[in-house]
């Protein structure tokens, strides 16, 4: 039996998520681009709305939504701020590292301001030389006297400069490559971590930069879950973010459309309106096809993930495919609404920066295709070496 629809519970969610990012989140969108800020009260308001510990259990005040919901929070959250589905995906990839794997003392001292959006916590795993080839990271972890030493750098990581903490992965064995790497919750303020922002194209409020770790010590009750399991522990958790971006773009792209077709509705041109040229109403449809099919792939996926099925191929596409056609409809969105959407004063120029960033983070375009091939083809007949681990 096969069935496409939402539950009453999630039809419920949907709509007052989409009455939230049209009422509160949209208005100010652009707001904070301009000044450069992360609007943090949002943040906690979203924590106050159950979004923020979607996937985090009841008692350490989430909501334990399955995946499917979260989705739903991603894309419609999506439609309103870009920037602000950070609180969606971030926090549900950081809340299953930390319930699935830490101690209890971690979950008790993490979860709950997670989940309240008292704390913003990022995930440090991208190296300057280890991005798509995350075994290759160099950051080292040593134990001395009951702490770990941990020496190294991160880069690209989004909310380097706003977060309170991070989850860091560092070498504790560098002679077992991928083997090797744990992870770490890292606070900001401990002597050593130093954060500096990028100046980037989109993605503005989410304070992208560098983590400098300068010996800083972390006791040993940071380490999550077991010495040397920290890769395959993120590497998981990746299929259920990617299928989050993948809904957070279309999210965006979608709101782009129902714009742009009230503009064509209404701009008339040589007596008749916009929309009545197949030139303009054919590419919006085009647009429209092609994000319904990725939406639907993304919520397949991400069902399967509630059953415990595989889902890396699914996750794989939606990651591949949401950014890029995303990205395709709002400039055609921007193309069609003239040179006024060209303008700071019109979403579109912002939705297309900010989309654009997530063709590159959790996994470029090549990096999923060859998740995908090796699925549907079989590891044995790729025709490339997977690069080598750093040491």
């Keep these: ?25 949209l208005p100010n969108y652009t707001k904070w681009d301009r000044e450069g800020t992360m609007p943090k009260h949002l943040w906690k308001k979203l924590g106050d709305l159950g979004v923020n510990g979607l996937r985090i259990p009841v008692e350490y005040g989430g909501s334990e939504a399955d995946c499917v919901m979260t989705g739903i929070a991603a894309e419609e959250i999506g439609r309103g701020d870009f920037n602000l589905t950070y609180a969606v995906m971030l926090n549900s990839l950081i809340g299953e590292i930390i319930n699935n794997h830490a101690s209890e003392e971690l979950k008790q001292e993490w979860l709950p301001q997670i989940s309240s959006g008292e704390k913003i916590v990022g995930i440090a795993l991208t190296e300057p030389a280890a991005g798509t080839d995350a075994a290759g990271i160099q950051t080292t972890a040593v134990y001395k006297n009951g702490v770990y030493v941990v020496n190294g ?18 070498k504790t064995n560098p002679e077992l490559g991928n083997r090797g790497i744990s ?16 100046e980037d194209m989109g993605n503005i409020p989410i304070g992208r930069g560098s983590i400098y770790l300068n010996d800083v010590e972390l006791p040993e009750k940071y380490l999550i879950g077991l010495e040397n399991k920290g890769f395959s ?33 209404v701009r008339q041109s040589f007596g008749k309106p916009l929309a009545k040229y197949q030139a303009v109403s054919f590419p919006i449809v085009t647009h429209y096809t092609q994000l319904e099919m990725i939406k639907w792939q993304a919520y397949r996926g991400l069902w399967l993930r509630d059953q415990g099925l595989k889902h890396s191929k699914e996750s794989a596409s939606v990651k591949w495919l949401g950014p890029k056609c995303s990205q395709e409809a709002i400039h055609e969105c921007l193309l069609l609404n003239g040179h006024y959407a060209y303008t ?48």
């Design 153 to 170: 750098e991160k880069s690209g990581i989004s909310v380097a400069t706003i977060g309170d903490a991070f989850i860091i992965f560092a």
């Design 233 to 265: 522990q993120v590497m998981n958790g990746f299929d259920l973010s990617r299928l989050l971006i993948g809904l957070q773009c279309v999210g965006a792209a979608f709101q782009s459309l129902d714009e742009t077709i009230e503009h064509v509705k």
């Design 183 to 198: 992870a770490f919750i890292c606070p900001a303020e401990l002597p050593g971590v130093e954060c500096k922002g990028y």
């Design 1 to 25: 039996m096969l069935d496409f629809s939402f539950t009453e519970e999630q039809e419920y969610f949907r709509n007052m998520l989409r009455e939230f990012a049209k009422e509160e989140l």
């Design 344 to 391: 700071k004063e019109m979403a579109l120029e912002q939705r297309l920066r900010d989309v654009i960033g997530l063709e590159i983070g959790d996994g470029t375009a090549q990096a999923n295709q060859m998740v995908i091939a090796n699925d549907i083809i079989g590891k044995e007949f790729r025709s490339y070496e997977r690069p080598a681990v750093t040491k």
